[in-house]
């Protein structure tokens, strides 16, 4: 194992830290009770940012004794209210315990819970070159990130995070409502292994405070070089029929290209759509592993795939070679932008590609005049590979035979524009899915959500008609499982939110 001595120890500052407590009189406050999306801005008593384990464990107890609810934030990307809820009195600021080191007393990689992926890669790579195939967002947060499974860049060769998943360090509250630290690790003998298979993809807010997570013993490799492309069919030149083959070619492609052993395991790629009242089109953006044999030539026949019959050229940018750091800690576009910071997601798992029938509902609802936002879109992402070697039971993450992400999204400002963006992403969302009760059931072409892409329309009847619960859109069959965990490690539920696992 090579690396600086300085990697190899948790950094000193990481106790040195803190705590400190923002009220709401505090300048810091407006900005340390909302995340990422701006529908949500918390009303708590006080935000305590933490620097250690220890300064976790008392802001737990000292909340538990005033009798307020807690919630823990890590890198503030929630989709949901789950942290800015109304009803959480202390949010817990993990942002500043952010170490990445070799933990040479555990054999593994620790990363703090307030770390960035940015600097998970940048510390890894500068460190080790090794790497975690995590989120292709530097600003997301390992606190929230890992636990709900964690997927990016490098996930159709090394499969998601949890797959690298060694142990948790985790505050949890006993049912005497005394706050302490448990480490939880795979080996086959612990007594907590339940609680660190809960953490393998049960998702954020549900058992306790990770403060660290253990990452290992060997991580990936990432390649030294990405060939960077992008193909644009510009929504001037497109008519349904062409739109249709575009989405059609797509889902194709990765049905017959997603097993663990294709060539294109090196490839991370999605096609975006945005509204037709933005200037853009059609849009893929690809990477791909440039060390991969012939190169070249795949990139270019998976290019002619997606553009097969269609009869339009793309505009094409690239391949351009990229070093793995500097893309991967890019934080180009696809968030929207600095003001329009309101957003809805919504996603599902493809096992197969669109049907034409998803495919005229998606033309229809991206299309329409009744809607103009160039901030809202349709994305599907390339998936499967090295994921789907692992059995639905081993993690978590149950979802393993998927070739697509797909994600419905909308950005916007304007609160008052609210019920209008959300009453066009619902609606789009419950039309692709109106076979199966507005959402995307287990079956043989879709298998549920993702939990890292929380949606709380899965749990409300008026949107999901499918007669089957939200949690099985999740967890499929492991959720018994999680309500154990749930009941043995929080029986009081003092980590809860809309879509939390009930005992
Ligand atoms: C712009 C953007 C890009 C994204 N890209 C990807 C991607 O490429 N791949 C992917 O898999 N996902 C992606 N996501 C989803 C992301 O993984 C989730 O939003 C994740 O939960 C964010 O974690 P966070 O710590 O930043 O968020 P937070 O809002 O801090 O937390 C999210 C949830 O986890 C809980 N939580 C946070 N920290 C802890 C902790 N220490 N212990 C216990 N619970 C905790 C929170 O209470 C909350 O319920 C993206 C999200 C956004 C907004």
Known sequence: MAGGAALFAPPASASSFGPISVR????????????????????????????????????????????????????????????????????????????????????????????????????????????????????????????????????????????????????????????????????????????????????????????????????????????????????????????????????TWYERNSAPGSPYTGLFSGMGVPHRSSSGGVVVGTHFDAATPDAARLLADYHAALGDGVPLQPFVTGPTPMPWLYAASWRGGGDGDLIARRFKFKAAYLRKGLSDGQIATAYRYLTTPDYHNPNALFVMIGYGGQVNTVAPSATAVAQRDSAIKSAYQVYWADPAEDDRHLTWIRTFYRDMYASTGGVPVPDDTTDGSYINYPDADLADLRWNTSGVPWHTLYYKDNYPRLQRVKARWDPRNVFQHTLSIRA
């Open 24 to 251: 709401p009189d505090d300048i810091r406050y407006p900005d340390l009770v909302r995340g990422d999306n701006h529908r949500f801005v918390g009303t708590p008593d006080v935000v305590r940012l933490v620097g250690s384990t220890d300064q976790v464990v008392r802001a737990v107890s000292e909340a538990m004794r005033a009798g307020k609810r807690i919630a823990v934030r890590s890198g503030g990307h929630c989709f949901e209210d789950f942290v800015a809820n109304p009803s959480v009195r202390v949010v817990i600021d993990m942002s500043p315990m952010n170490g990445v080191y070799y933990d040479t007393s555990r054999g593994a990689f620790a990363v703090e819970a307030g770390a960035t992926l940015g600097e998970v890669y940048e510390t890894l790579f500068k460190g080790w070159g090794v790497t975690l195939p995590a989120g292709a967002w530097p600003t997301v947060g390992a606190g929230g990130h890992i636990l709900g499974g964690g997927y990016g860049m490098l996930s159709r060769r090394h499969g998601c995070v949890v797959d690298h998943l060694y142990g948790v360090e985790v505050v949890v509250v006993d049912a005497s409502g005394t706050a302490r630290t448990v480490v939880a690790t795979r080996e086959p003998d612990d007594p907590n292994r339940d609680l660190w298979w809960a953490h393998t993809g049960g998702g954020g807010g549900n058992f306790g405070i990770v403060t660290r997570y253990w990452l290992g013993p060997e991580l990936p490799r990432p390649p030294a070089t990405l060939l960077y492309s992008s193909l644009v069919w510009p929504w001037s030149g497109l008519n349904e029929a062409a739109f249709s083959r575009l989405l059609h070619n797509f889902g």
